[in-house]
């Protein structure tokens, strides 16, 4: 454990803010700002009541995002109330929510987050696995269609499709700068969160192009997850959702060969394909750029093509799918949940985990990690990125779930959390 932690490459940001949170009268602390502890430390939370006119509060504690969660109810004494005090001895999460009438206010904690590891094993022929789908998918000879889908001055869009041996071809939107010089871009995928119809889940050519604007310009792709057409009326989206592809995340989940997500990856191969077949890629950069179901599609980009030299990946999904706790909250989709043979589950989804899929990789990773995220539990985050070799950048966010409920943070998290991911994209497509 102590070589592992020597090796570990790790940039922990600590915010200048102060963890609490505010829900109207309630304001909710703990003894490390950041939300980051050792084992042996003490983790206290603190709840301020002095404005909250309830005569009781409930306390509800989440360990380990086990599914059963601690309730507690104490009487509103006014003033300061320790709500939770515990040291723990191994790697550690714990969610703390303080309920008064109808405010409330919540944050999480996790104790050395650097040592969390993936809750399965990776199969004796995982690389050989992944090997062969690639040495197939480079083998396929390339089809490229594609029709102009916007114009500005200095840049063309295209709307795309690429062939895959995967069940459908890679589509999505491709922008770069005219009259660019060979070998003087960057790459930019941009992958979508998980869904069909929202308008989170389609690509668009402003998108593309927003990113191909950027530094010198770059060669930018906005890839939707499945495979669908581009710009279709919105009844075409509802149908696949409702039809096709409703509750893809579980389709074939008891078979490597036949899990959703498989085809998801070969999407995301081809398209890296196409791109670094473009005379004007740099030959050294790819960012891959994605939030959720984005996060880790872009995480997987990573493991599986490791000419992708950097990620940023905002409370990534499909990271430690199958978790060792016990009765718990696991990676998104959260495979252990699903009406399936679990047997074969467990030995279908650690192909397609990020925990495993990311070891060798030398990528830069910036991850985004909210500490109370009940989708896509910190936990199972950090046990993926911490197999990865390269430089990491991590945003854990005490006050965070998978989405930003709390409001009254909105402009603390652009300040501390999204401004810096931002500059950091900016700055690497310089």
């Not at 009438?101 to 050989?128: H, S």
């Not at 500005?152 to 041996?165: F, I, M, Q, R």
Request: glycine letters at 8%.
């Amino acid at each position: 454990m102590r070589n592992f932690q020597r090796c570990f490459v790790f940039a922990l940001l600590i915010f200048g803010f102060t963890a609490t949170s505010f829900a109207q009268q309630i304001q909710l602390s703990q003894n490390r700002p950041g939300g980051i502890y050792k084992t042996g430390e003490q983790v206290i939370f603190t709840a301020n009541l002095e404005g909250a006119e309830t005569d009781s509060i409930t306390v509800k504690v989440r360990k380990n995002y086990s599914n059963e969660i601690i309730e507690i109810h104490r009487k509103n004494t006014g003033g300061e109330l320790i709500v939770f005090s515990e040291m723990f001895t191994q790697p550690s999460t714990v969610i703390v929510k303080v309920e008064a009438g109808e405010t409330y206010a919540e944050l999480g904690a996790i104790v050395e987050p650097g040592i969390f590891a993936p809750g399965t094993k990776r199969a004796e022929d995982f690389d050989q696995f992944w090997a062969n789908e690639t040495e197939e998918l480079y083998a396929l000879p390339m089809q490229v269609k594609k029709e102009s889908a916007a114009t500005e001055e200095g840049y063309a869009c295209w709307d795309v499709e690429l062939n895959c041996t995967g069940p459908k071809p890679a589509r999505g939107y491709f922008a770069k700068p005219e009259n660019a010089k060979e070998k003087s871009l960057p790459i930019v995928l941009y992958v979508h969160a998980a869904g069909v119809k929202g308008s989170w889940c389609l690509s668009r050519a402003d998108e593309a192009l927003k990113y191909a604007k950027m530094g010198k310009g770059a060669l930018a792709f906005d890839l939707n997850a499945h495979g669908m057409l581009n710009g279709k009326p919105q009844e075409y989206y509802d149908k696949l959702e409702e039809g096709e592809l409703k509750g893809y995340w579980a389709q074939g989940v008891e078979s490597r060969d036949a899990y959703y997500f498989k085809g998801m990856y070969l999407r995301l191969m081809r398209t890296l394909d196409f791109l670094t077949s473009q005379p004007e890629w740099d030959g050294k950069r790819i960012l891959v750029i994605g939030e959720s179901q984005g996060g880790g599609q872009a995480l997987a980009a990573a493991g599986l093509d490791h000419r992708v030299s950097a990620v940023v990946a905002t409370v990534p999904a499909m990271s430690d799918m199958i978790s060792h706790f016990e009765n718990a909250i696991s990676g998104w989709p959260n495979p252990a949940s699903f009406d399936a043979d679990q047997q074969a589950v467990l030995e279908t989804v650690p192909y397609f985990d990020t925990a495993h899929l990311l070891k060798g990789s030398k990528a830069t990773i910036v991850a985004e990690i909210g500490l109370i995220d009940i989708t896509c539990p910190s936990y199972a985050i950090y046990a993926a990125i911490n197999q990865a070799e390269g430089p990491k950048i991590v945003y854990a966010v005490p006050y965070r779930g998978h989405h930003l409920d709390q409001h009254q943070f909105q402009s603390e998290w652009e300040k501390n959390v999204y401004q810096p991911k931002m500059r950091f994209i900016k700055d690497y497509l310089k």
